[in-house]
């Protein structure tokens, strides 16, 4: 009996032993299933207005001056005289874009598009801000009437070149008061562009035109539809971003790449037919709300 016990009583210890034997605790840090510890972390946010700044209390407003011009006319320098002066006498507020006719620079269903739109009749004529054409006489009171409205939007752009391909970022603000209808419209744009061979027309006795004359403001191309493309403006956060990507600049027949920028402006088409607001940025610029 004596033996029986003591058999029983190694047997026991002998199991107990390889039962029991102890794992490291995962507090240690060399538990082969843990690493007994845990980090918590807290995704940074991304302000996505972080490259133009945040939205201002107030936009300042903007004019868009489209130009209808060509080389075959002979007032037309008179035309772009104007547009220049309007541009000077308004610094960083009026946006010139120069829509050629009937010759090189002419982009033809831009120009009957926007023609027909603001019912263009004469050259050199001119619209603002979207509305019916006039006379180079009229332009200035326009631009000084529209310049004197209370922007209920605004643009910042953020614009990078590689190579002939540009990547364009436009930010859209707004308040209260923006039409449904509203669409975005971008357009490449050429300063300093030299005469074709056939020259430049000129009546005019007040401007001189001669193989030195350079076209400015020449509109180049459309990175949007003819007429815009439509934009959201009723969102609660009151600003959109549109981007377009590797935006190709080599089918526009731009002679210079430092002369080119960029604009964009917000408008309707639509009776009453109004430009919200515009931009201008270089190739490679950022353009902070303003």
């Known amino acids: 009996m004596k033996k029986l016990l003591s058999l029983t009583l190694v047997t026991a210890l002998v199991l107990g032993f390889a039962s029991c034997k102890k794992t490291n605790s995962s507090d240690t840090g060399t538990n082969p299933y843990t690493n007994g510890s845990s980090t918590t972390t807290t995704p940074v946010v991304v302000d996505p207005l972080a490259q133009v700044g945040p939205l201002p209390t107030d936009y300042t407003k903007k004019t868009v001056l489209e130009e209808f011009t060509g080389e075959w006319c002979g007032w037309c320098p008179e035309g772009a005289e104007q547009m220049e002066l309007n541009i000077a006498a308004n610094p960083g507020k009026v946006v010139g874009i120069a829509v050629h006719d009937g010759d090189p620079m002419e982009i033809p269903s831009y120009n009957s598009w926007i023609t027909t739109l603001t019912a263009n009749s004469g050259f050199p004529g001119g619209s603002v801000d979207r509305a019916d054409a006039t006379g180079r006489g009229s332009w200035t009171g326009q631009i000084s009437a529209e310049l004197a409205k209370v922007a209920q ?62 076209h400015s403001h020449v509109l180049r191309g459309l990175v949007t539809a003819n007429d815009g493309d439509p934009i959201d403006l009723t969102a609660g956060k009151k600003y959109t971003i549109v981007e377009f990507k590797n935006v190709d600049l080599t089918s526009m027949n731009i002679k210079d790449m430092a002369n080119v920028h960029i604009a964009a402006f917000i408008h309707t088409n639509t009776t009453p037919r109004e430009v919200y607001n515009a931009q201008e940025a270089g190739l490679t610029e950022i353009k902070k709300w303003d």
């Open 153 to 214: 939007s605004g643009i910042a752009m953020v614009t990078k070149r590689n190579g002939d391909m540009v990547d364009i970022k436009v930010f859209v603000g707004y308040k209260a008061g923006i039409s449904a209808a509203t669409r975005l419209t971008v357009a490449v744009i050429e300063n300093d562009v030299p005469q074709s061979p056939g020259g430049q027309s000129n009546y005019s006795s007040t401007v001189v035109v001669d193989a030195n004359w350079m």
